[in-house]
């Protein structure tokens, strides 16, 4: 008990940090005809890289894309996914888009641009202008397929595009299709 009171004066928390809980994620689907792109980025101390997959109101792959971009910072890879993916759907004309993020920062993004760093502004507001002209809907997704593509971006030299699903996420893609959840923990 002399302990407690020790830990006490000295304002130690002596509380054990709850337990982490696990969230179930289940992907959905779009509505018809419309076009989700999930986002994701990834970054080490070398590198950072960029993962987008676009998926039809089926959960079919029409495209997606895993690209390195260097030494660049977390939120730079984040926002670097989720404008590619805002001006590759509006290049194919893809106008029903709507994007998905594991970032929260970047769903936050398109309500207050100075989350933005001011070296991706620019870009930042040309896509803005592009959703602008869109049927155009942004949330927030634990990791999934998108995430795999970003790690597999930081193994590359540029961008790679593909129109069939990789090998790197197949298993995450046809559990996506089939409406299995993955699991997230999470920690308060």
Do not use: Y
């Not at 990834?42 to 997606?64: E, H, P, Q």
């Not at 998905?100 to 040309?126: H, I, Q, Y």
């Amino acid at each position: 008990m002399s302990d407690f009171v020790i830990l006490k004066k000295f304002k130690v928390n002596i509380h054990p940090p709850k337990a982490p809980v696990i969230k179930e994620v289940f992907w959905c689907l779009p509505l018809q005809h419309w076009i989700k792109g999930n986002t994701d980025g990834a970054s080490t101390s070398i590198s950072s890289a960029c993962g987008v997959i676009f998926r039809n109101s089926d959960a079919d792959m029409l495209l997606c894309l895993a690209k390195n971009l260097g030494s660049v910072p977390a939120l730079h890879a984040e926002l670097m996914g989720a404008m590619r993916a805002i001006e590759i759907s509006f290049k194919r004309g893809w106008r029903n888009f709507w994007l998905e993020s594991d970032s929260s920062m970047v769903v936050l993004a398109f309500k207050n641009v100075f989350v933005v760093p001011w070296t991706l502004r620019n870009r930042w507001f040309n896509c803005t202008k592009l959703t602008s002209q869109m049927n155009f809907v942004v949330t927030h997704i634990f990791r999934e397929c998108a995430d795999r593509l970003a790690n597999l971006g930081l193994s590359i030299q540029g961008v790679s595009f593909w129109n069939i699903v990789p090998a790197a996420i197949t298993s995450h893609f046809v559990c996506n299709k089939l409406g299995r959840p993955s699991f997230r923990f999470v920690s308060f």
